[in-house]
């Protein structure tokens, strides 16, 4: 499979608990992004690296959450002290300059 | 602010005819527009980019318009099936300014045999 890979698909976590997701692009791609979506929206942007490079972050994105694409290839990202409201399907997309961008299959997390 | 509306209400046709989604948007000025199907508890699958300079994309039975003057896309699926059945997204996209693409919040489609 070439797809966007993500692990794990889903995950369900104690309230103040640190939970990290992966996300292994398209291996050509060197466009990556992190996106939120919660039930009856669309996605919503976290961020977004150029191989390495963190580029672009929302502003919504509290300190809580961090993001890293080491050497430019998969990425990680870590939510710290876990609040319900994180509940949500997190989901990585990848491209391969300004073109259309492939999404894996998502995270989904839940906060209890 | 930025805004993008796609029908909030589900939209239900009939087998064999062509359905027509709508995407209006507000205060941005895209260089290009996405469109995706998701399906329940799964990642947006891509279908068709169209840049602002192209008034028309077709792919098999889909089509994309752009209209950068009224500031909408519409996306028509023609000859409908069951199988299409799913909530399409319309996602905006800048060369300036921000790497980010800009979704709506969708609108369900259902194909009723």
């Known amino acids: 499979d070439t797809g966007v890979s993500q692990d794990p698909r889903h995950k369900i976590t104690k309230r103040g608990q640190n939970v990290t997701f992966r996300c292994d692009p398209i291996s050509e791609h060197n466009r990556l992004y992190w996106y939120r979506q919660t039930l009856g929206q669309g996605p919503e942007f976290l961020t977004y690296f150029q191989n390495e490079a963190q580029l672009e972050k929302s502003r919504l994105l509290s300190d809580r959450f961090s993001a890293e694409r080491p050497k430019g290839s998969f990425s990680t990202l870590e939510i710290q002290r876990t609040e319900q409201g994180d509940s949500a399907m997190y989901l990585c997309?990848?491209?391969?300059?300004?073109?259309?961008?492939?999404f894996g299959q998502g995270t989904r997390l839940t906060v209890v | 602010s930025q805004k993008i509306e796609q029908n909030s209400e589900a939209l239900n046709i009939q087998e064999g005819k062509t359905a027509t989604l709508t995407c209006n948007y507000t205060n941005y000025s895209p260089a290009y527009l996405q469109w995706y199907r998701q399906d329940p508890g799964r990642g947006p699958v891509f279908l068709l980019l169209i840049r602002e300079n192209e008034k028309e994309k077709r792919k098999e039975r889909l089509k994309v318009t752009f209209d950068t003057t009224l500031k909408q896309s519409l996306f028509h699926i023609t000859a409908s099936q069951p199988a299409d059945s799913a909530t399409y997204l319309c996602?905006?996209?800048?060369?300036?300014?921000?790497?980010?693409?800009?979704f709506g919040t969708g609108t369900r489609l259902k194909v009723l045999a």
């Open positions: 996602a905006l996209g800048s060369t300036s300014g921000t790497y980010k693409y800009i």
């Open positions: 997309a990848s491209s391969l300059g300004q073109a259309e961008a492939f």
